[in-house]
């Protein structure tokens, strides 16, 4: 697996820059964006959305894995030129980009990607 870092070396830049302009930063985020891994990407054309799904940097313990379970917790909405909104579980750690209405550049880097 590769990082989002270089599946998406152009995309990584403008979400750090977005996430440290929003009011509640979380400078732990940002730093899980520079390392995590790309599981896969998903692009629905006729909605003109992309998703990436992440690998979250931090591996779960025994109890949190089989007993607490990792699950949606909150969704961090970035200001860019389209949406972009981050995925967080109950763990804090980032599981997930939607990006709705991605520019033509990413756009095709998305579709390229969820083809690999």
């Not at 891994?37 to 629905?44: A, L, N």
């Not at 379970?69 to 969704?75: A, E, G, I, L, Q």
């Not at 599981?95 to 579709?111: D, M, Q, W």
């Amino acid at each position: 697996m590769d990082t989002l870092e270089k599946c998406f070396p152009s995309l990584l830049p403008d979400l750090l820059r977005a996430l440290e302009m929003e009011a509640d930063a979380d400078a732990a985020l940002s730093e899980q964006l520079k390392t995590c891994e790309v599981e896969r990407v998903t692009f629905d054309s006729e909605a003109d959305a992309g998703y990436i799904y992440l690998r979250p940097t931090r591996p779960l313990n025994v109890v949190e894995a089989n007993i607490i379970r990792s699950r949606h917790n909150r969704t961090v909405t970035l200001d860019l030129e389209f949406g972009a909104y981050l995925d967080v579980d109950n763990f804090e750690r980032v599981t997930g980009i939607e990006l709705l209405h991605p520019s033509t550049r990413l756009r095709a880097l998305l579709l390229f990607r969820a083809n690999v």
